[in-house]
C-alpha cells in the first residue's frame, strides 16, 4: 500500500473538523472523503482489526475490502441517507473479519465526506453461515440435501430452454444391502460406509453436477450437458464399477454394490419432482432384477408410472367413498376343520361393484402413504367384528388376525389406534393377532420392533406370515416375540409331491413346536395336501379346501354348525 502524498497532512488537520460529526456514534468510526481515501479512523479500530488509525488515514478503503465485497462500498458515496453495507474487512494479520457499516454521506466545510459508524458482525455472519449449511447440506455427508437438489434441478431446467442438443440427467443411487451393515456392525460402521462412498460419488461430480443425499442410502447425482442416453448410461456404470473396489473402515475390508436408476430429458418444460420420480422407478427396476445393475426409465416404466398414478387416484377415492370392503377367511384345526380364527383381507369395491385384490393396490397404497389410513378402516371393521362374534359366538368366538407393515409398527399413534379400539369396543387383546411378513422383520427398525412387543405385552398375539417367501431364516422364530407362524402356499403347493418340499416344511414345523409355536398352512386347497400336513402335525390351516374370503358370515356359519365346546381354542401360542 503506497499513500498519496499529502493525504496522511490533510487527514490529521481535518480531524478537529470532523470530531463533531462523530460525537455521538459508536467508537468504530471512520471518515473517508469522495474518492474513498480514509480521512479519520477512531483509535478503537486497532482492537479488533490491528490497525493504527494513522496506519490507515491516507490509505483508500477499498483496499482493506475483501475483492469479492469492494464493489459494495460505491452506494455510500451516491446517497444522500443512511446506507447500511455488509462486508469483510482485512486485518493487520492478513484475515478478514465482517463489518457492517452505516453510513451517512455529509457536506462539511465544503468537503463531501461519508461518515461511518462499524460494527463486527463475524460472529453473527458466522452463525448464519451455520445455519444456511445446516438447511442446505446432508449433516452426515455435507453433500447437498433435498432442498437444494430440487432447487438445481429447477435450475438445469430451465437452462435446457436456453440450450439444444443436451440431456438432464439424473441418477438415483441405492447401495445394495446397506441395512446388513447397519444392523450387524452399528450405525457408526454404516455412517462411515456412507461418507466413503459419498467421497466416491463425489470424485464422479463435473463442475455443474450436483449430489444430494435424500436419506439412508439414497443419493441422487444431477449431471447437465449430458450428450445423450448412452453417455448416461456409462455414467452410471462407471460409479458402479468405483462402488466394487473394496475399502477399509474400522479395520474391515467393504465392496459395496448399489443399485442406479436413470431417467433423462432435454424438455425444459419437464417437472423436476416427476424427473426425479422417473429415476425412482427406474431404480425400483434395477433393484428388481438383482441390484448391481443399472436401468433407465423408459416408455413401459412410463406406462407403468401412469398406471401407479390412477391406482393412486382410485385408492384416495374409495377412501373418500367409503369404498374399502373387509372379508374374512377362516383359519381351521386343521384336524377337524373347525374355524379357530379368521383372518381380515381388505378389498376395493369399484364403480362396477367388482371386488378389486390387495394385489393391484396394496403396493402403490404403501408407496404414498395411504396404507395408514386403509388399514385403520380393516382395524376398525376387524375389532367391531371381533366384538359381535363375541357376543354372538360365546364359547365358539373365533378371533381375527390383520396385517401390519413396519411403518404401522413404528408409527405410535397406530398403536394407540389398536389399544383405543380394544378397550372402546370390549375385545379382549387375545381376540386380536398381528400378522407380520418376514421382509417387514428385517427392514423393521427399532421402534418397530419396541411398537411389536408393546403389542404382544398387551396380550395381542403375534405371528409370522408367508413364511418362506424370502430368506426362510429360522432364526426369526426365536429372534422375536412370535406366537405362531404361517407356512407360505409356495411350500404348500408342492407338499404332497416333492419331498424335498415336504421335508422343509416338516422341518418348519418341528422347529415352531420347539419353540411353542402354533404353525399354520396357508393355501390349501386340496385333501391330499390338508393329509400331508396333518401327518407333518401342522396345527391350523387356511384355504379355498375349507372357505375363500367373505363376509363375517363365511366364519359365523361354519362355527354355529358346530358342537360346544369348540375342539380348539383361538389362535395364538400353542
Keep these: 500500500m503506497v499513500s498519496q502524498p499529502g493525504r496522511d497532512e490533510l487527514g490529521k488537520a481535518k480531524i478537529r473538523d470532523y470530531s463533531y460529526l462523530i460525537a455521538t456514534w459508536s467508537d468504530l468510526t471512520t471518515v473517508v472523503d469522495s474518492d474513498g481515501y480514509f480521512l479519520y479512523c477512531s483509535a ?33 458515496h451516491s446517497s444522500s441517507g443512511l446506507v447500511t453495507t455488509g462486508y469483510r474487512f482485512r486485518c493487520r494479520d492478513g484475515s478478514y473479519r465482517w463489518v457492517e457499516a452505516t453510513s451517512r454521506r455529509v457536506i462539511a466545510d465544503g468537503a463531501d465526506v461519508v461518515v461511518s459508524a462499524v460494527r463486527d458482525i463475524t460472529e453473527r455472519q458466522e452463525h448464519n453461515a451455520l445455519l444456511e449449511l445446516r438447511a442446505t447440506t ?20 430451465r437452462r435446457l430452454g436456453r440450450s439444444s442438443g443436451s440431456l438432464l440427467v439424473v441418477l438415483y443411487l441405492d447401495l445394495d444391502r446397506f441395512k446388513v451393515i447397519n444392523d450387524s456392525l452399528g450405525h457408526h460402521i454404516g455412517d462411515d460406509v456412507l461418507l466413503k462412498m459419498a467421497e466416491r460419488l463425489a470424485g464422479h461430480l463435473r463442475p455443474a453436477d450436483t449430489l444430494a443425499r435424500l436419506g439412508g442410502d439414497e443419493f ?20 458402479i464399477e468405483d462402488g466394487r473396489r473394496p475399502f477399509h473402515v474400522g479395520g474391515d475390508e467393504f465392496s459395496c454394490t448399489m443399485s442406479i436408476g436413470v431417467a433423462c430429458t432435454s424438455d425444459h418444460q419437464h417437472n423436476a419432482e416427476a424427473l426425479l420420480s422417473e429415476a425412482d422407478l427406474a431404480l425400483y427396476r434395477a433393484k428388481d432384477r ?41 383359519i381351521v384345526d386343521i384336524r377337524t376343520g373347525y374355524p379357530v380364527g ?55 368366538f373365533a378371533g381375527v388376525a390383520i396385517n401390519v407393515t413396519a411403518r404401522h409398527l413404528a408409527d405410535s399413534e397406530f398403536r394407540h389406534a389398536i389399544f383405543d379400539q380394544l378397550e372402546a369396543n370390549g375385545v379382549p387383546p387375545g381376540d386380536l393377532q398381528i400378522e407380520v411378513t418376514e421382509q417387514v422383520l428385517m427392514e423393521a427398525s427399532n421402534s418397530a420392533l419396541t411398537g411389536l412387543r408393546a403389542l404382544r405385552d398387551l396380550g395381542v398375539a403375534v405371528g409370522l406370515d408367508d413364511f418362506g417367501t424370502r430368506y426362510s431364516s429360522l432364526a426369526y422364530l426365536r429372534q422375536f416375540p412370535l406366537d405362531f407362524v404361517k407356512i407360505d402356499k409356495s411350500f404348500v403347493d408342492d407338499v404332497v409331491i416333492d419331498p424335498k418340499v415336504r421335508a422343509i416344511a416338516g422341518a418348519i414345523i418341528v422347529l415352531a413346536h ?16 390338508s393329509q400331508v400336513l396333518i401327518d407333518l402335525e401342522c396345527d391350523r390351516a387356511q384355504g379355498f379346501l375349507y372357505a375363500r374370503s367373505g363376509p363375517p358370515e363365511a366364519v359365523e356359519i361354519p362355527v354355529l354348525a358346530w358342537p360346544s365346546p369348540p375342539p380348539t381354542g383361538p389362535i395364538g401360542p400353542r
Excluded: C
Aim: aromatic residues 4%.
Design 44 to 76: 478503537a479500530l486497532q482492537g479488533t482489526f490491528g490497525w493504527r488509525p494513522d496506519e490507515l488515514v491516507g490509505m483508500r478503503e477499498d483496499d482493506f475490502a475483501h475483492p469479492d465485497d469492494a464493489s459494495a462500498l460505491v452506494s455510500r
Design 138 to 157: 446432508d449433516p452426515l455427508t455435507g453433500v447437498a440435501n433435498r432442498t437444494v437438489l430440487m432447487d438445481r434441478l429447477r435450475q438445469g431446467l
Design 220 to 239: 441422487v447425482l444431477v449431471a447437465e450437458g449430458v450428450t445423450d442416453e448412452v453417455a448416461a448410461i456409462a455414467l452410471a456404470n462407471r460409479i
Design 290 to 330: 438383482g441390484r448391481d445393475q443399472v436401468a433407465i426409465f423408459d416408455e413401459e416404466l412410463r406406462t407403468t408410472a401412469v398406471s401407479r398414478l390412477a391406482t393412486e387416484r382410485m385408492v384416495r377415492r374409495a377412501l373418500d367413498m367409503g369404498r374399502i370392503v373387509v372379508e374374512y377367511q377362516p
Design 342 to 396: 379368521a383372518e381380515a383381507l381388505v378389498r376395493i369395491r369399484d364403480l362396477k361393484q367388482r371386488l378389486m385384490l390387495p394385489g393391484l393396490f396394496l403396493e402403490v397404497a404403501e408407496e404414498t402413504g395411504l396404507l395408514i389410513k386403509i388399514d385403520e378402516v380393516v382395524l376398525a371393521d376387524a375389532v367391531k367384528q371381533a366384538a359381535a362374534w363375541r357376543a354372538r359366538l360365546g364359547a365358539k
Design 514 to 529: 420347539a419353540l411353542d409355536l402354533t404353525v399354520v398352512a396357508e393355501g390349501v386347497e386340496f385333501a391330499g395336501q
